[in-house]
């Protein structure tokens, strides 16, 4: 089988294509009805966002869903939009898109493959077992090719794979590194056999911590699956709604995908919501992959002492340990979690430039940026909350 008989289409909508071809490739682990690894790229997570208008028309965010197809079968895909604008990806280039239009260019609109608002690792390339090599190329290839017949700027592949980092390079895309901070289950049986594995002031810090947040006059709620019901949904949009406003202007999700989350999602997610007289004052939405979790929104309409920290982190945690996951991310950004037990660590993303001098000074600039976060890295990771031992075990 030669790659000259792989067909690539673009698709203006998740509808136009089969949602069991889709999830044969984002997540063949799940077939059978387990969890899948990577819940963001689900066929169904990727439609909630269209269906609720959260993604489309007037958010900057179009649709156009890349499929690679070997005889009649789908072999690959990805989720690929038009933006028209920088925000809701988490890598940032807004400074590469000032110096391309200062020189005269055009930035936008550029590609973006990638789960919108969502700075989680995850594959980008989504192939069907068996068909690794030639769907990731064929990806590639075709949305390079999509770029450049279309005269547009630039190509984003972020929040992608270590491997497919290499792999993408290996194809002459320009790789890049960024950092977050994860928590890393090295088999403890509950909280205190994490606590027992830092050093004795963080340890005091966070018992401190948990002990305030837990005086704010209520009860923590943790809620999965059939539990949550559509009131709560209520309370999760008015969190949303006051963080994204303080935080970045107009929220990227829309009521409606709520709504489809409880429709459709309800098995992918777990809320902790902080109740006080019966009702929700804080809370925080995960989602459950089949060894993460993986934070995503937080908010209140109370504030209460060290209460975000309990919510977001600390309960977190006791979950994954409870259901044995590998570890916890809480999103993009936040030194402030290093204090509690959250480690920094590399992500990674693919760029394709389309006019070759500016790809060039983009390259340089990527060398020293890569060179800085590996030491910004080494230097948090020994600035850690873990005793001296247990810190050497995570180098």
Known sequence: MSEQQITITLHDSLAQISAVDWDACACPEAAGGARPEDPFTTYRFLKALEDSGSVGPGTGWQPHYLTAELDGQTIACAPLFAKSHSQGEYIFDHNWAHAYERAGGRYY???QMAVPFTPVTGRRFLVRPGYEEMGQSALVQG????A???EISSLHVTFCTEGEARAGGGMGLLART??????????????????????????????KERQQAQNFGGEIKVLTGDAIEAEHWD??????????????GTPYLTRAFFESAHAEL????????????GSPVAGAMNMVGASALYGRYWGCIEDYPCLHFELCYYQAIDY????GLQR???GAQGEHKLARGYLPVTTHSLHWIRDAGFADAIAQYLEAEQRAVAKDIEILTKYGPFRNEVMEEHE
């Not at 949305?143 to 999509?146: C, N, P, T």
């Not at 309800?266 to 007289?277: E, P, Q, T």
């Not at 994954?320 to 259901?323: K, M, N």
């Open 148 to 150: 450049d017949n279309n």
């Open 178 to 207: 960024s950092q977050q901070f994860h928590w890393v289950n090295a088999d403890y049986t509950d909280f205190d056999g994490f606590l027992a594995s830092l050093s004795s002031r963080k340890r005091k810090n966070i018992r």
């Open 109 to 111: 609109p550029k590609l």
């Open 320 to 323: 994954a340990i409870r259901e």
């Open 235 to 248: 309370a999760i949009w008015r969190f949303y709604q006051d963080t994204g406003a303080r935080k970045w």
């Open 328 to 330: 916890v991310e809480a």
């Open 266 to 277: 309800r098995d992918d997610i777990m809320l902790i919501l902080a109740m006080r007289d």
């Open 143 to 146: 949305a390079v090719q999509v």
